[in-house]
């Protein structure tokens, strides 16, 4: 079965450090990979994604993520952070083909940004 | 246009009723999914619909079902409520198919507190 491993389940960061989360997923097969985000009092939201091409992709407000294959790793990073940063973010694996939208959730990581 | 909304916001029940809960996607999206999310377990995968037919289940008792209508607005039902069900549920929707490639747009979920 597939599986997302988050492990840092709250981080605290002054703002202008850097970031970086990390996200292992357990599926031997071709994956889609999916950073979402949550602000406090708002939807979930997608930040980035990765289903081929440059494992170094590109997403909303800085961020950037890297698929690194051979560690079964899609780690979030942003090189400095800002208040407004503060949220919960998280992972997701989608390995089940082109049939379905079904998404495997990490069980996401607090990050509190103190200014 | 507007977003995922997702009706009642907020809900209390009591052990043993049941509840139905309201998605409308974005105007165009036709597919919807349904997610769990609760402190211990995160995000959970319950269904996924397209064009009125489930496309997927994630591993829920059958208490929980679902349905699509022809405008693809979907309603979620639980049945035999029990403590364990307190939690949001959030439904997204996306543009196409369900290729695995497409970004979800999430609701503001629904609040279910069983009593």
């Known amino acids: 079965a597939q599986s997302v491993s988050q492990h840092n389940h709250h981080v605290i960061l002054s703002e202008a450090a850097s970031l970086e989360l990390g996200c292992n997923y357990s599926y031997g097969g071709t994956v889609n990979l999916f950073w979402y985000v949550q602000y406090p009092g708002q939807h979930l939201q997608l930040l980035l994604k990765y289903f081929s091409g440059d494992p170094l992709v590109k997403g909303i407000k800085g961020f950037e993520a890297e698929f690194i294959k051979s560690k079964f790793s899609f780690n979030l990073r942003k090189p400095s952070v800002q208040w407004s940063d503060t949220a919960e973010y998280f992972c997701a694996v989608n390995g089940y083909g082109g049939a379905t939208n079904k998404l495997i959730f990490g069980t996401g990581t607090l990050l509190a940004v103190q200014p | 246009k507007a977003g995922v909304t997702q009706t009642p916001r907020y809900l209390i029940k009591t052990r043993g009723q049941q509840v139905t809960l309201s998605c409308s996607p974005i105007?165009?999206?036709?597919?919807v999914s349904w997610y769990q999310q609760t402190p211990g377990q995160g995000l959970q995968f319950l269904f996924e619909?397209?064009?009125?037919?489930?496309?997927n289940k994630g591993n829920f008792p059958g208490r929980f079902s679902g349905r699509q209508f022809s405008n693809s607005r979907s309603e979620m039902n639980v049945s035999t409520l029990e403590l364990g069900d307190s939690a949001l549920y959030l439904c997204?929707?996306?543009?196409?198919?369900?290729?695995?490639?497409?970004?979800?747009?999430f609701g503001p979920g629904t609040r279910l507190t069983v009593l």
């Open positions: 619909y397209f064009s009125e037919t489930q496309r």
């Open positions: 997204a929707s996306s543009p196409s198919r369900g290729g695995n490639t497409d970004t979800q747009y």
């Open positions: 105007s165009g999206h036709r597919s």
